[in-house]
């Protein structure tokens, strides 16, 4: 059974800096390529960030390039993101997601599995 379980999510203030991660069971997690994303009430679910297998290669939204880091502990089976310079439109539920593959991705429709998400909120 695979799970993926989020972590770190919280209050922040605009300007702050928060880490969030993912730690994942149930699969090969050194074969597959992890995302991020987020997703606010009534909207569709955003690509934030993605990471190959190996973590050579990873892929940002343009709203978040320079500002979130993904990374990956494959010894440990988890994917972090790294967020700063926080804005409070950055105010989501984020989640985790296995890729279909091993290389970036940046689809929800690309993402095999889902966590349960965690909540960031970002105050002015």
């Known amino acids: 059974q695979v799970q993926l379980v989020e972590s770190g999510g919280r209050l922040v203030q605009a300007g702050g800096s928060l880490r969030v991660s993912c730690a994942v069971s149930g699969l090969t997690f050194s074969t597959y390529a992890m995302g991020w994303f987020r997703q606010t009430p009534g909207k569709e679910r955003e690509f934030v960030a993605s990471?190959?297998?190996?973590?050579?290669?990873?892929g940002y939204a343009d709203s978040v390039k320079g500002r979130f880091t993904i990374a990956r502990n494959n010894g440990a089976n988890l994917v972090n993101l790294q967020l700063n310079s926080l804005k409070p439109e950055d105010t989501a539920v984020y989640y985790c997601?296995?890729?279909?593959?091993?290389?970036?991705?940046?689809?929800?429709?690309?993402?095999?599995?889902w966590g349960q998400g965690t909540q960031i909120t970002v105050a002015s």
């Open positions: 990471i190959s297998w190996n973590g050579s290669s990873t």
């Open positions: 997601a296995v890729g279909y593959t091993c290389m970036p991705y940046n689809r929800a429709s690309d993402a095999k599995y």
